[in-house]
């Protein structure tokens, strides 16, 4: 029975069976009574099974009722093989024992992985853990090797008094010191609070299971602080955290958290001073790209042209081997795709408007997650392909109010700093200042082609009205001319006065129009096209849909093989 004497659980230990002690015998020994040999032995025997029976069976259960796994169980699902378990030090009072640090391996790689044992106080922190934590990044940039870390916390152990803050200030300080030299992939399981949301996104990547929360205060905090009633859910839920670019990924549950670990750490270098493991393909570099064809055959030749929308992950499906990608923020300003995939094995970072999202305009959110997505990218030695089919930055008060101009900044800084190898393709539109900025020639790109679909210029079809507004002012003096002599001539031919007026604004109109959609049409012909970029050397060449696989993954293949990974050796910008 539990402490209630009401509330029945399950026991995995059966009450009447014997005790077995483990015995110390080496094979063959002369058997002999036991001393203070095996005394000291059997002692260190209870140190190393400490951990792992500490929780006992009620706690371990509770765990499992609310759905989620212990420290132990997540850490074998995750691991080749058994851990390594380092720093095993649980006190008297179980000082650290609520945070396990271990070396693993995951698909043959090393691994430095910790998490919180939420069935040891509630895996809060205190000072021992504190240093536990810095011990073990410090050892992940020694051995440069990729961290995982597993949070299930409630935050600071308040028994502990300050020496709790004092271990999240070391756990902090020495994470952020290994930022940029390793990379770090952090899970977010169960109930997190305070300091226990600030550590893990310190972190590279972030991933959130579906019915968890975490936040710098709970929903109990804001009720009595502001008088406000809000779920979990609401308050640091996935739905939140996935909007704001806190999460990065958002999965159904614990075991497919894990599952994406494992995905993510394939395209992940072990630090700064190497490439991303390359991964040999049967897919051949020079298969042809049909489906782009397809895609844009059916746009271009629809009712609405070149304003019909593109699904832009079907070209970075297409570009791909074997169409496999992983999309990072995916729940995000939809309106840009941020992704990582391979192109003859090689890991390619993947920037590219999506027109089917607010016809690609980039916003706010799309420039800081373009930004924070290149800056990673620059770090890991992770060359990027930016596609490019956009209509510029979205205009309006909303977006300057909330600093447009500081964002879009952002994700220039970051094209601009970029060290790896970098690609652009000019897909369909490609305007202004969004041109400007996106990773062409000037700011610093290796490689700029083009479809023939493309349209480059300073502005899209309203720039009509600024390149032909003679023309123009001509067409539209006319009109009062053109329409008193049309109905004169209709009168002429039998109509009643307001029948040759209306008659006469009919034709008026429809001449308009026309000289109109002529200045239209010339305004594409000499401007919003690729052969002006081609002349100036903007462009490299016009390459067919169908072969812009083989013709991306042969010049990069080329620049890699002339690029040597080193961490990054730069002055630090006043902006990042």
């Known amino acids: 029975m539990s402490e209630d004497k009401q509330t029945p659980y399950a026991s995995l230990e059966n009450p009447f069976a014997a005790t077995v002690e483990r015995t110390f015998e080496v094979p063959g020994q002369i058997a002999s009574e036991p001393g203070p040999y095996e005394d000291a032995l059997r002692a260190g025997a209870a140190l190393q099974a400490r951990p792992y029976e500490a929780a006992g069976v009620r706690n371990v259960q509770r765990q499992h009722l609310k759905k989620r796994m212990t420290v132990w169980e997540r850490i074998k699902f995750l691991a080749d093989e058994p851990p390594t378990v380092l720093y095993q030090n649980w006190g008297p009072n179980l000082d650290g024992a609520s945070l396990v640090t271990a070396l693993i391996r995951v698909g043959g790689r090393d691994v430095a992985i910790y998490g919180h044992d939420f069935t040891v106080r509630a895996g809060s922190m205190d000072a021992t853990n504190g240093k536990k934590l810095a011990r073990l990044f410090e050892l992940a940039a020694k051995r440069r090797i990729p961290l995982v870390g597993l949070n299930d916390s409630a935050g600071a152990y308040i028994p502990a008094g300050v020496g709790g803050l004092d271990g999240y200030a070391d756990a902090f300080t020495a994470l952020r010191k290994i930022s940029g030299v390793v990379p770090s992939i952090m899970c977010m399981f169960g109930f997190n609070a305070g300091g226990g949301s600030y550590l893990p996104r310190q972190g590279s990547f972030l991933i959130q299971p579906n019915d968890t929360f975490f936040g710098l205060t709970g929903p109990g ?8 009633d809000v779920t979990p859910d609401e308050l640091g839920g996935p739905g939140v955290h996935s909007q704001s670019g806190v999460t990065d990924f958002v999965v159904p549950d614990e075991v497919a958290a894990l599952r994406k670990v494992r995905e993510l750490l394939k395209y992940l270098p072990g630090c700064n001073s190497e ?5 040999p393909s049967s897919d051949p570099v020079s298969r042809k790209t049909w489906d782009i064809d397809i895609l844009l055959k059916k746009a271009f030749n629809s009712s609405t042209g070149f304003n019909t929308p593109i699904d832009i992950s079907v070209l970075i499906q297409q570009l791909c081997d074997h169409g496999d990608f992983l999309e990072l923020q995916a729940e995000r300003a939809r309106n840009t795709i941020t992704a990582l995939g391979r192109m003859g094995g090689n890991v390619i970072g993947f920037v590219a408007n999506n027109s089917a999202v607010a016809s690609g305009q980039i916003d706010i959110d799309a420039a800081y997650k373009n930004a924070r997505f290149i800056r990673f990218c620059n770090l890991y030695n992770i060359p990027i392909i930016f596609l490019e089919d956009t209509t510029g930055f979205l205009p309006g008060k909303d977006q300057e109010s909330r600093g447009i101009v500081q964002a879009g900044r952002a994700m220039l800084d970051a094209i601009v700093d970029l060290r790896t190898p970098r690609f652009l393709v000019l897909v369909r539109n490609a305007f202004g200042g969004a041109y400007a900025s996106y990773n062409n020639y000037p700011t610093g790109a290796d490689f700029v082609v083009a479809l023939p679909t493309t349209r480059v210029a300073v502005m899209g079809p309203a720039g009509v009205e600024y390149v032909y ?3 123009l002012r001509k067409i539209r003096g006319a009109v009062a001319e053109r329409l008193a002599a049309e109905t004169r001539a209709q009168e002429a031919a039998g109509l009643s006065p307001a029948e040759a007026k209306d008659a006469a604004r009919g034709l008026v109109d429809a001449w308009v129009k026309a000289e109109e959609a002529e200045l239209a049409r010339r305004y594409e012909r000499e401007l919003m096209n690729p052969n002006e970029a081609l002349s100036l050397g903007s462009i490299s060449q016009i390459v067919m849909p169908s072969e812009l696989r083989q013709a991306l993954a042969e010049h990069m293949d080329f620049c890699l093989r002339h ?14």
């Open 221 to 228: 905090v804001v009720k009595s602080v502001l008088g406000e």
């Open 563 to 576: 690029y040597t990974p080193a961490p990054l050796d730069s002055v630090q910008r006043e902006f990042h």
């Open 469 to 471: 507004k003679d023309e």
């Open 275 to 279: 490439f991303a493991p390359h991964q």
